[in-house]
């Protein structure tokens, strides 16, 4: 699964390897791995840019 941390999946019924694939899609790899389409940037990473972006934008529309 990710590089240098192997996590186990768990041996049990399918239900709870769903649950198990979910956590971790959730928890890793939408919020941690690098997307090339948001510049090698994960998900969190590029999302505080754009917020951080935005609210440059709105403060300099109120000063005008």
């Known amino acids: 699964m990710g590089r240098g941390k192997q ?18 899609i959730a928890d890793f790899y939408n919020t941690k791995r690098r997307h090339s389409a948001a510049g090698g940037k994960p998900p969190v990473e590029f999302e505080r840019i754009i917020q951080e972006a935005r609210a440059r934008t709105d403060q300099k529309g109120r000063a005008a």
């Open 7 to 24: 996590q186990k999946v768990p041996e049990a019924p399918a239900d709870a390897r769903r649950q198990w694939t979910a956590t971790w």
